[in-house]
């Protein structure tokens, strides 16, 4: 399958990063093409922990044969003359029906390479009022298109394999063997607690949701207040937020001091508007194209 995102330039690209995580911890091999340098500390964290299944080279050593369509290749940042060469869209053509996925991320895409693609996201920078540093302090990722998880998993990575403790803290999936959660367990640095009761299908004060949304809040704050990680991934509280788990002016009032933190990440759809000027960023995933509405349920190490 073929994987679009839209993606500025300018914009610190976290979601490969997050991809290869839940891939790799179900054992897939992925291979990640990148501007030079690619010998930065995640990709050295990664390949030291899964040296048998995940390589990362430039574009000066990019070959088409590298690329086989029952592997997971993450492109990032594709040379114009390699979009414009026939025998590169014939390649991408070979996922159409084969075992493997192929994502490309960039600023945009010809029409020809959406045609072929299955999902289409687009990333979009609602608001960046932080100073020059490409890495925002406090951010809000949401949006009805895929790879919110992904980006702030990948965030996460990043800062652990620069020596930063770090945590996705999940206020809505339940304890399972997800990818990312499998693959945390081989890295340092990085923890991945899953404290939800699933998607929420009952409502209301009391329900199961809430007080898990609840527990999770408050181990947050507990962690928060011994100083244990540098950067901290609250995952899907948006959601929590949305149905009132978690009390929107705690949330606000965490936000306006964040010393002890190099980095937080709100994610999840449904974020509230209120909470937008608490923040350095704004980041929005828009659904252009989703294999869902085709009937193509999702499958393990590419979504969970």
Known sequence: MLQLFKIPKELRNFLPYGMALRALGHGFRVTLFG????SGSTHRYLEEAFPELFRSYSWSEFQMERIKPDGIY??????????????????IRSFRTSSGELVL????WKAEFQEEAELITEVVQIRNSHDPNPLAQTEIVTGNGKGKTTYALGEAL???????????????????EYGEIKAAKSLGN??????GKGFPSEMGTGSV??????????YFLSTMNKGVYGFVVLDEI?????YAYVDIGEVKGLLTDLKKFKGLALTGRYADGSLYPYVDQILEMRE???????????????EF
């Open 105 to 108: 991320f960039g600023k945009d």
């Open 35 to 38: 501007e030079e340098p690619v």
């Open 209 to 218: 949701h809430e007080r898990a949304a609840k527990n999770a809040w408050g």
């Open 238 to 242: 948006n959601i929590a937020l949305k």
């Open 158 to 176: 990043y800062h652990a394999s620069k020596g930063i403790r770090s945590l996705c803290l999940q206020f809505i999936k339940s304890p399972k």
């Open 74 to 91: 993450l492109l990032e940042n594709i040379p114009p003359n390699l979009l414009g060469d026939p025998s590169f869209l014939d390649l």
């Open 190 to 195: 990085l923890e991945i607690r899953s404290m």
């Open 288 to 302: 252009i194209k989703h294999p869902y509405h085709k009937g193509i349920k999702a499958r393990r190490g590419i």
